[in-house]
């Protein structure tokens, strides 16, 4: 009968046998499976409710803008490293101009998305700073030619409208009537103070 080994030399052999079987398993796991992208799946309605904009469109231009490596040589967030010009046809969600720019890019290991400038596009993006940003996880589909949206989709804002909308005639001249009010009165009391 072969002696018992004391319980510090068991713990000890124990610790070896944990690393080295940690060390196997994390070189045997390859790295896109350990960072891989895992998306709920959802309808282009429930995609819309959580997006900030949703349109459809198609790419027209694209330019790499690189990627900061984010914690760890990560890339950042979704990977996005490209930002993807879209001539917009018609708008579901947010007050969408005739192009926008979306920053996306990247592989889907991180949910990046690469839009193909091939196809119209139903895009649902998230706006923080006044950039449009999406990726894999935001619920983005190819539209098929012919076949219409799965939402419906209004008219998107021309530029041109946005630029002359001010106040209406009749409230512009409103309010320089009470302006011009207000000064009357200010120095009709300010002569009645003096006399």
Known sequence: MQPIAPPRRLASHMRILLSVALVLGISVVPLERAAACSCMQSTPVEAAGF????????????????????????????????VYTFAVDGVAKGPIALRVDVLAG???A?????????????????IADGVHTSGLCSGNVILEPGVAAPLELAAPVDADENADAGL???????LAAVALMVVASWLAFRRGRVS
């Open 106 to 108: 990247g592989d889907g």
């Open 51 to 82: 997006a900030d904009a949703a349109f459809a469109g198609t790419v027209v231009a694209q330019r790499d803008v690189g990627a900061e490596p984010g914690p760890i040589g990560l890339p950042p967030p979704m990977g996005a490293t490209t």
């Open 168 to 174: 209406p005639v009749p409230a512009a001249v409103i």
């Open 110 to 126: 991180g949910c990046g998305m690469s839009f193909d400038a091939e196809h119209r596009w139903l895009v649902f993006t998230t």
